[in-house]
């Protein structure tokens, strides 16, 4: 059973950093997307960056130039470094992986989540 385990949210005042961690657990074979999502209260789910096996990035308007999405693939885990933080990027910070498990011999491709973060920005 394959686990996505998010840390290093945290409360940290406006203008500062913090760095979020997704390591994954379980018989992963191939890992195709990383990607960070969020949800403040009231409001929809929606996508922070995303990365590719084959390195392409995408960032949502309101982070680019703030915060970057990294992969490292021997550990299979993902980052997300935020910085210049602001009080509306407070929120519950969701890992996302789509991936494939090795069941026996063969290969299963699915889409998992983390359990969030908490990021609070706030003075």
């Known amino acids: 059973q394959v686990q996505l385990v998010e840390s290093g949210g945290g409360l940290v005042q406006p203008g500062g950093s913090l760095r979020l961690s997704c390591a994954t657990s379980g018989s992963i074979s191939s890992i195709y997307v990383w990607a960070w999502y969020r949800q403040a209260p009231g409001k929809q789910r929606e996508m922070v960056a995303r990365?590719?096996?084959?390195?392409?990035?995408n960032y949502a308007d309101s982070v680019k130039g703030r915060f970057t999405i990294s992969r490292d693939n021997a550990k299979n885990t993902s980052y997300l470094q935020m910085s210049s933080l602001k009080p509306e990027d407070t929120a519950v910070y969701y890992c996302?992986?789509?991936?494939?498990?090795?069941?026996?011999?063969?290969?299963?491709?699915?889409?998992?989540w983390g359990q969030g973060t908490q990021v609070t920005v706030s003075s």
């Open positions: 990365v590719t096996s084959g390195g392409n990035t």
């Open positions: 996302y992986s789509e991936l494939t498990t090795r069941q026996g011999l063969r290969l299963l491709r699915g889409d998992y």
